[in-house]
């Protein structure tokens, strides 16, 4: 593999927006970081009976009301619409730069939501309407369609499909393409709003916890769902300072890898979650013990936790970095988790307050580390990193260091 | 921009005309005989959309071992068979310098449908632990880099029409960029019942609702509309000078590729519409001065809209005395029917021309929504 050291040392984070559990808006979303508030609670949007788990963690009925967009797209795009449009005004960015943009969206369940009510219907002979309407967004790209049409982007437009890393995927894919010179702006993140099929699919897989997921816990018991959409507006950062943008973050590095093992089951001994957050360090030019907090993936799940912390030893040594895991507290938002949880870093990075694990009660004594237990610590970090692990073995690992150096 | 340059060492089809490595590609691409037939294994409805080019389950079943046949689902299966054939064409080997990109406008959605049914028929029980991982689009890829053992990323792009041409756009960039030293890159699409018969209830298959007869004319009078196919094809995108250093075969170069967005609402098209922030439009007029192109594969596959709007796109940005003899730009989707693995089609058979000695060929494609790509294939730099 060629060495890719340094290959993002001049791309920044100049714009953020979110719609999460907590609420739509950055704000909202740092209020409750901080906090350690947990935004998972019954679920409202899916069938829950029968189910193993009857939880999940949703965007609150009165945020997605006062959404601006129109009632008739779907609920993701509803969202992503939302949150691409709060990063977009937050960087502040001149029309020229804002219509060459990039645009790379890290989706998995695009419109299903609505199509399985469609669906649903037409098996149970109940009346159905707005067919066409629900039909034509229902595939993943429908994200980006109608963020590149509503946004007037003219830069590259793609769908990134990576299971639960499309968001951290669509990061570190956009800023390759401001590395290459193809653009010097890019509109990235990811979004899911929750489906049927995926609360169904994790319940039949056991890997959902009945009480609120407890990522690093002895007494963990699976993951919980959640639903959200967060974009990040990176750029180049001769472009950010010359036009006199805030720097959030900037993006030191970022590694991607595939573990080539099982569809569904991580590499036992971490191989690629290895391989992916040395290639990221490397990239960064920065060495382990440059990094000071790891958001890491953790789901909650036994094996996830389990295969993460492996990892997180291989690279960084037993306690040689402070963890959280911020599904904890929304939920595994499935596209958009990468996304949603690049943004947690950077805040944590620029208000110097890391992020706890809420529902952490009893740590689990194989997890040789910090995992910063339900409050929030304060703690100067110029480095941190983020892990995204999604089904299929796809890894990703993005470092991003403080915006003022 | 890097230094590192792309070349093509191989490619894998399974399509409904043919399966195998470049010299089935480049036998069925002579030929150009259509494989467009009336749809079996399932009814199409009584609409006016009968029409397919499907794939012969025979022709999957000799290519798959009997596990994976077992193990995997169909579009699976297709992705696995066209990823070997291609590493094989090429005589790749895995390892952590070997990315996948999967390009796919519809996935695993027979797979997805499947899952939801147990559920709607039996409850919670009905649910299958091994069908779902198939709902997430992903998959594809993933079954591909088990069986390539390929470590570098593997990623899949969803995208209407020019899902293949992107795929390959992006696994040039992930050479280019340094994550990867070969990349196997391409697209696949299959058929199932509920996607074709909802697209022909939408009007999005010839005959479109009109009153014509069903058929795939690109750019012709009285075109009306797309036909499905199905299949997978795949190429093998090398650094240049690794490729050399083992001893590859090249075939062409990829000196350069663009995509970009031409604002369209989604599912629209916007003929005339300008574009000339997009990177793909820089990269047309930017070449002008460069050697003309010989050819151009486009992704006009009947839908009159695409069509229009493809050509009105090149009018514009190509250089009208240079080019004026590339339009209507050369469709495939007449014989293989529209799916994700014909923009790959395209830029083989782009490929094979400039290894015959074509010179410059461009693969062009514009999708409704407005995601438009360009491919520059060229004969590999001494």
Redesign the interface.
Known sequence: ????AS?MSGVVVSGLGIVSPFGAGLKAFWTGLAAGTCAIRAATLVETD??RSRIAAEVPGEAMAALPAARHRSRADRMALAAASEALADADLGA?ER??AA?VVG??GGG?YEG?SW??RE??GEASSGR?RA???I????HA??L??RL????????????CASGG?SIA?GA??I?????STALVGGVDALT??CF???????LLDPEPCRPFARDRRGMSIGEAAAFLVLEDAEQCRARGGRIYARLLGSG?????????APHPEGE?MV?AMELALESAGLGPSEIGYVNAHGTGTLQNDRIEALALRRVFGDGGVLVSSTKSQVGHTMAAAGSVEAVATVLALQHGLLPPTANLVNPDPEIPFDCLAREARPAAVAAALSNSF?????NVSLVFGRGEL | ??A?RVVVTGMGSVNACTAGGTEAVAEALDRMRSAIRPVTGFSAGGGASRLAAQVEDGVLAGLVGRDESRRLSRICQLTVAACRLAAHDANLA?G??L??AVGT???DFRS??E???G??ER??TG???MI??N?????M???A??A?????????????TVAGD?AIA?GA?LI??????AVVAGGVDEICEVVYR?LAE?GALSPMGGPGPEACRPHQVGHNGSILGEGATFVVLE?AEGARARGARILAELPSA???????????ARPGRA?????VCRLLRARRAAPPFSRCYGSGNGDPRVDDWECSLLERDLDGAQDRGLLPPTSLAPVFGQHAGLGALRFGAAALDVSRGAGRVLVHGIAR???RTALVVAPPEP
């Open positions: 593999m060629t060495r890719i290959r029968g189910f020229c219509e060459a645009l989706a998995v299903m399985e669906y649903w098996v149970r066409t039909l034509r967004s595939l993943p790209f429908a369609e109608t590149g049409f007037r982007l003219h830069g590259p437009k793609e769908t990134l499909v990576m299971a995927a894919m390759d393409l590395h290459d010179g193809a653009v049927r099929i169904m699919g994790f319940n039949s897989l056991r991607m890898s595939t573990d080539a093992h099982h569809v569904t690629g391989r999604g089904f299929g073995g796809q | 921009m890097s590192r895995g952590t310098a990315g996948i406008e519809h996935g997805s449908v899952f939801a049914t559920f709607l409850g919670p649910l299958s632990p779902f991982p709902t997430v689009m992903n998959t890829a993933s079954v880099a088990i390539l053992g390929a470590r570098a990323p593997s990623i899949t792009l969803n995208q209407p992107l992006r960039a280019r960029g340094g994550r990867a030293q909802r939408m650094e663009a995509w970009g967005n031409v604002p369209a609402a989604p599912h629209g574009d000339r922030a997009s990177p929504g407005g995601c």
